[in-house]
Every structure is written in C-alpha cells, then in structure tokens.
C-alpha cells in the first residue's frame, strides 16, 4: 500500500511557542474576538455557540451541535473554517453511509499493480458531520479512533490527521423521526455540547432583512466574511491555553461536582473522570479567552453544562417525570460548596 501525502500542512501545534508576553496574548485574543465578528455576518444570534467553538478548537476538542434543522448549524461550521483560514469538508450521514466514506479506502490501481489508500473527508481540519445521528452506530463508530488518537489505521498503518483537527458534529434531536442514540463511548469523546436554539424574533427579522438584501449562504466571501488568522496563529494559543494554571482547591472542586453527579438519585450514569479532564481543558481555553491566567470556581460553573450535558444518562423513571440533564447539573452546582 501506498500512502500519500497529506494534502494538508499541519501546523505544530505541540511544538508552538506560547505569546512571550502579555501584549502578545492580548492580540491573540483579539483576534480571535474579531473571528465572531467574521462569522457574525453570516451567523445571526448565535454567539454563544461561536464561541463555544472557538473554545473547542483551544481545548483541541470535538463539538455536538444540537438544533432543529434551520438554525444555521452548518453554516456556523462553514463560516468559522471561512474565518480561520482552515480547511474544512462535510459529511452528510446517512443510514447506508459506510465507514470507509469517512475515513477513506484501499483502491486497486491496476497501473502500478497496488492498492493505493485514497483519503477520505476525515483528512481536514474542521470536519462537518452533518446529521450525525442518522447513520447506524457502526458508521458512527468509525469517527472514535480519528476523535480520540488523531490518526486513522489502514491495512496495518496509522496515517496521522491534520492539526488542528477537530469534528463539529450536527445533530437533530433525538424524538425527530430517523435518528439514532450516539453510543456513549462516542458522546464521551466530545468536549461540548452547544444547544442552538431558534433565534429571537429581532434576530430573525436580521436573517430575513439579510436575505433581502442578497444574502447568499454558499458565498461567504460576498457576505464580507474574510479570515483572520490561521493554523499558526491558532496553535500559539493552544499553547498559551495549555499554560493557564489551576490551583489544588479549584481541581478539588471540579471532582466534587463530578461526584455529585455520580450520586445523584435521578442519574443512572454520572461524569466519568474522561468528563472532569474535558471540563479542565474547556474551563482553562474560556479563562485564557477572558484574560486571566488561571482557572477560578466561575470559569468552571460557565462551562460545566455545556461540557457534561451529554455525559449524564438519568433513570428511566425520570426521563418520565420529565427531569432534565440541565436541570440536575444546575442543582449539583447549587449544592457544591465553592472553594473561596
């Protein structure tokens, strides 16, 4: 077999230097705060979702993107990518959508007399899996080595994935007709889960005004949308990310709430310590982004929901009662003490 060479040059990002000084990290962060405003023209009343990606790419994790269709999920992806000067390719899953549509496969080239591996659209930096949960959970589970070691195995060798790399993955709720449950050995690989919900009736008003005025959705660039920085830039402040500091007391407090969790008397399956090491790297990325340099009790609460929601299995009885995973997580922050 002969593997080819990935088309993309990926940026080092274990290798990057964090800023050198403070000025340089203010940059960094304003950059990146021009990066909403990018994808602002395009994506309207959405910026909680932007920047939950943004803190995604930091954290160098994977997102669900929960929505009825129609609320700009895709567009948000596409957007962003536009924004940050990466390449980025979609998937649409469907229920007879094989593995190897998303990792690639082995293809006899008679000339030479071999198998070649023609790469699939997992080799990119931001892969759009559109509708994620309308393919069976074999096809589904073909993402878990690419999400977890970066890299695909084929005919007994690992190809390494692009940095970054990182999947946005769309999905409709689950009572919509022609969905499957995502194995939870997969929903435990993604940092967040963002919930978008339908815009506000001004916001919606702006989508239409948009479209009035010529808005086309598949041109980015005639939207104004432009890039603001690149893999480069991204990776220092991965590595700027990775130096926030966490004191023992902060540390102890994100497994306290884990635990409470685990106990609570409505969850069948609580955060697993896979989940306390995702809501560090996500509560480092959202402090690094508010300029401080170490994690405190705030930044954890801002992003302990958006990190566990989709770890929690509750007991069938309360999914009858109509308990909600928010709701339970949003008590167990309320009844941990804080540290002070």
């Known amino acids: 077999m002969t593997t080819p060479a990935t088309p993309i040059t990926p940026a080092d990002s274990l290798a990057a230097r964090a800023p050198s000084t403070a000025e340089d990290a203010a940059a960094l962060r304003a950059a990146l705060g021009r990066v909403r405003s990018e994808v602002g023209k395009a994506v309207v009343g959405?910026?909680?979702?932007?920047?939950?990606?943004?803190?995604?790419?930091?954290?160098?994790?994977?997102?669900?993107?929960?929505?009825?269709?129609?609320?700009?999920?895709?567009?948000l992806v596409r957007t962003l990518s536009h924004a940050l000067s990466l390449d980025t390719k979609r998937?649409?899953?469907?229920?007879?959508?094989?593995?190897g549509d998303v990792t690639g496969s082995l293809i006899y080239d008679a000339r030479a007399g071999e198998f070649e591996f023609r790469q699939g659209p997992v080799f990119t930096n931001i892969m759009l899996a559109d509708e994620i949960n309308r393919t069976p959970?074999?096809?589904?589970?073909?993402?878990?080595?690419?999400?977890?070691?970066?890299?695909?195995?084929?005919?007994?060798?690992?190809?390494?994935?692009?940095?970054?790399?990182?999947?946005?993955?769309?999905?409709?709720?689950?009572?919509?007709?022609?969905?499957?449950?995502?194995?939870?050995?997969?929903?435990?690989?993604?940092?967040?889960?963002?919930?978008?919900?339908?815009?506000?009736?001004?916001?919606?008003?702006?989508?239409?005004?948009?479209?009035?005025?010529?808005?086309?959705?598949?041109?980015?660039?005639?939207?104004?949308?432009?890039?603001?920085?690149?893999?480069?830039?991204?990776?220092?402040?991965q590595a700027a990310v990775s130096r926030v500091g966490s004191s023992a007391d902060v540390l102890a407090y994100i497994v306290d709430l884990a635990r409470a969790t685990r106990t609570s008397p409505s969850v069948k399956l609580g955060v697993s310590p896979r989940g306390t090491t995702a809501l560090l790297a996500a509560t480092k990325a959202w402090a690094w982004l508010s300029g401080y340099d170490s994690i405190t009790p705030d930044h954890v609460q801002a992003m302990a929901l958006p990190v566990w929601r989709h770890r929690l299995q509750l007991r069938p009885e309360a999914e009858l009662e109509g308990v909600s995973v928010d709701a339970i997580l949003r008590g167990v922050l309320q009844q941990v003490q804080v540290p002070i």
């Open 137 to 237: 959970p074999k096809t589904q589970s073909a993402l878990l080595e690419a999400m977890e070691e970066r890299q695909v195995s084929v005919d007994g060798e690992s190809l390494t994935l692009p940095e970054p790399f990182i999947v946005a993955a769309t999905m409709n709720p689950i009572e919509y007709e022609g969905t499957y449950t995502l194995p939870e050995a997969q929903l435990d690989r993604f940092l967040l889960k963002l919930v978008l919900d339908v815009p506000q009736r001004v916001d919606e008003i702006e989508v239409l005004r948009r479209h009035a005025a010529g808005f086309n959705p598949r041109d980015l660039a005639g939207a104004g949308v432009s890039a603001v920085l690149g893999a480069v830039e991204l990776a220092a402040a």
């Open 91 to 99: 998937i649409q899953f469907t229920p007879d959508l094989m593995p």
């Open 46 to 75: 959405q910026d909680g979702a932007v920047t939950g990606l943004i803190i995604a790419l930091l954290a160098r994790g994977h997102v669900l993107l929960e929505g009825v269709p129609g609320v700009a999920k895709t567009l």
